[in-house]
């Protein structure tokens, strides 16, 4: 009994470990299995696979609501050790997401985490004082355990966005992985100048919705030009997950002293 006990238990490890990779390196999207309305919209989620049931049924689920009245921290500084990495665009039916070469890293938290991709959301999936962003641009790193960690930046209407433009001038409405030749992009340049942030406990905000997301969202915006937030918003005009119930999860925000 307790063997096959083990057995089941190490067979339901690996599964929620597969379903959580997947999502991370982007390859349960093109399935189109879920989406952000009609009959595939997030208030189904849970419904439409036996592995998405947390997205109806956790109690850690992300986006939340984020305010000022926060308990403040200070002393845990994020450390960011991005390379140049070439610049591959896959429109995967729900963002574009930029997939990221092997190296390249930050210490969130006292731990090591890997950054995987990144890609982005309209509007922001997060609010700040109740106020939601145009965009939001979500890095996503794991580390050796498995465990996610996203540094989120909120992306605000303003000047354009030199970094940005290097992607979106590659932009396809085709869907699928796309490397541009000949073109190199650093994720560093996305991070703001003060690294003051919001940190909770949260999960995924697309399924399976897995819990196990350390959430960095970052204070100080980035600017986008309204021409590069219209262009984004003509693939996907709309693809923010609905916020959260926070139940009494203690929501920090880190201070960045050296700015």
């Not at 849970?46 to 609501?65: D, M, N, V």
């Not at 996503?140 to 303003?158: P, S, T, Y």
């Not at 204070?219 to 923010?240: D, G, H, T, V």
Request: hydrophobic residues 35%; negative net charge.
């Amino acid at each position: 009994m307790k063997r096959s006990k083990l057995i089941t238990g190490i067979f339901v490890f690996l599964l929620f470990s597969l379903s959580t990779m997947s999502v991370v390196l982007g390859a349960d999207n093109i399935t189109h299995s879920w989406g952000y309305e009609g009959e595939n919209a997030p208030s189904r989620w849970g419904e439409l696979k036996a592995e998405y049931e947390t997205c109806s049924i956790g109690l850690f689920q992300s986006p939340i609501h984020l305010t000022a009245s926060t308990s403040i921290r200070e002393h845990r500084k994020i450390e960011p050790h991005y390379q140049v990495t070439s610049l591959v665009i896959n429109n995967n039916g729900h963002t574009i997401q930029i997939d990221y070469q092997p190296g390249s890293y930050a210490i969130i938290d006292g731990q090591q985490y890997e950054l995987k991709q990144f890609h982005f959301h309209t509007p922001s999936e997060h609010t700040l004082n109740g106020e939601k962003s145009k965009m939001e641009l979500h890095l996503v790193h794991q580390n050796r355990k498995g465990n996610i960690a996203v540094i989120a930046v909120f992306i605000e209407e303003g000047k354009e966005n030199l970094t940005l433009a290097k992607i979106w001038e590659n932009l396809s409405e085709t869907e699928g992985i796309q490397p541009i030749e000949g073109k190199q992009i650093n994720a560093g340049d996305f991070l703001p100048k003060e690294m003051t942030y919001y940190h909770y406990q949260g999960s995924l905000t697309t399924p399976p919705c897995s819990e196990n997301v350390i959430w960095n969202v970052m204070r100080q915006p980035l600017e986008a030009s309204a021409q590069q937030i219209e262009q984004f918003m003509n693939l996907y005009p709309m693809n923010a997950r609905p916020i959260q119930e926070q139940n009494d999860r203690l929501v920090e925000l880190i201070i960045d002293q050296s700015s």
